[in-house]
């Protein structure tokens, strides 16, 4: 069994910054790619950032150049450095990994969610 454990969200004024972090356990044979999205209520969960096994990397539009994702392989632990969060960055942020337990196909791995709130 995977668990994926998040950390690090919490309340924080406009323009300051937050770093989430998102360790994988259990049986793990490899891990493809590590992710962070969010989700509004009544909101599609969205991308916010991902990270591949070779370190490349994908950002939503909204957060280009404000966001920071990586990763720590020998951990499997991926991180996401916030800075100048605004207001609609407020939302529940789920660390999400493509990855396998075995020798089969890959999977997808889900967190429990970690709630930011950007407010004054």
């Known amino acids: 069994q995977v668990q994926l454990v998040e950390s690090g969200g919490g309340l924080v004024q406009p323009g300051g910054s937050l770093r989430l972090s998102c360790a994988a356990s259990?049986?793990?044979?490899?891990?493809?790619?590590m992710g962070w999205y969010r989700q509004l209520p009544g909101k599609q969960r969205e991308l916010v950032a991902s990270?591949?096994?070779?370190?490349?990397?994908n950002y939503a539009d909204s957060v280009k150049g404000r966001f920071t994702i990586s990763r720590d392989n020998a951990k499997n632990t991926v991180y996401l450095q916030m800075n100048s969060l605004k207001p609609e960055d407020t939302a529940v942020y789920y660390c999400?990994?493509?990855?396998?337990?075995?020798?089969?196909?890959?999977?997808?791995?889900w967190g429990q969610g970690t709630q930011v709130t950007v407010s004054s």
């Open positions: 999400n990994a493509l990855l396998r337990t075995g020798l089969g196909p890959s999977g997808n791995y």
């Open positions: 990270i591949t096994s070779g370190g490349s990397t």
């Open positions: 259990g049986k793990i044979f490899f891990i493809n790619a």
